[in-house]
């Protein structure tokens, strides 16, 4: 079967640096998406990786490792706002969305 | 920006009812698509469509059915709503230009069934 994992919950604190790591088995590659989704709202695009190595948007980063099945999202200078759930969704041989559980980043000062 | 519309927040439906839910994108977008989101679970595809009249069952289709009259709407049809459809409903759109195009999402319809 096809099986994205992230963790369920994360806490870190105002200022600081927090990685979210995903592992993915998936009947091939074709990309991996990030995306961000704030509590009763929609979510949105944050990153798509589909070569290995990390790929850098102001305060967050994604990195992909394909041979590894493997991905994290690293967000720096963190912000309340980043209170949020992260999803990691990956592409299969067949083009179709495979989807993580999400992520919850809660934020403390 | 892409801006994807559901016609309701929240919704409460008693079991038996016939329910719709609207969803209009105004990007000219090609694709749409129905999820639902349930606590401790990822996006679960629905139905999807690649053009106008045209839709796909995505990984569960039971117990719902789509329409696709005009490109800017797609409409998710419960025909016989149970409580177990009680979830979070999200709509998403996206150009056709390559495979990897990312999602615009609208911001979700709840729904109760009671």
């Known amino acids: 079967g096809q099986n994205i994992d992230q963790p369920t919950e994360m806490t870190a604190t105002e200022g600081a640096i927090v990685q979210i790591n995903c592992t993915y088995q998936?009947?091939?590659?074709?990309?991996l998406f990030w995306y961000q989704q704030h509590a009763g709202e929609a979510p949105t695009f944050l990153s798509y990786?589909?070569l290995d190595g990390l790929e850098e948007k102001g305060r967050f980063s994604s990195f992909l490792s394909r041979s590894k099945g493997y991905s994290y999202l690293l967000l720096k200078e963190l912000q309340m706002k980043d209170s949020a759930s992260y999803l990691c969704?990956?592409?299969?041989?067949?083009?179709?969305?495979?989807w993580g559980a999400g992520t919850k980043l809660i934020i403390k000062p | 920006d892409v801006k994807v519309t559901q016609s309701s927040r929240y919704l409460v439906k008693r079991t038996g009812e016939k329910v719709f839910l609207e969803c209009v994108q105004d990007?000219?977008?090609?694709?749409m698509f129905w999820y639902r989101q349930d606590p401790g679970l990822g996006l679960r595809l629905i139905y999807f469509?690649?053009?106008?009249?045209?839709?796909e069952k995505g990984d569960i289709p039971e117990g719902y059915s789509v329409s696709r009259e005009k490109k800017e709407r797609f409409s998710l049809i419960l025909e016989s709503a149970s409580t177990n459809q009680t979830s979070m409903y999200l709509c998403a759109s996206s150009s056709a230009q390559g495979h990897n195009s990312p999602l615009h999402f609208g911001n979700g319809t709840r729904l109760t069934v009671t």
């Open positions: 990007m000219d977008h090609e694709n």
């Open positions: 998936t009947s091939g590659f074709n990309g």
């Open positions: 969704a990956v592409t299969d041989s067949n083009y179709q969305l495979i």
């Open positions: 469509s690649y053009d106008v009249k045209m839709k």
């Open positions: 990786n589909v």
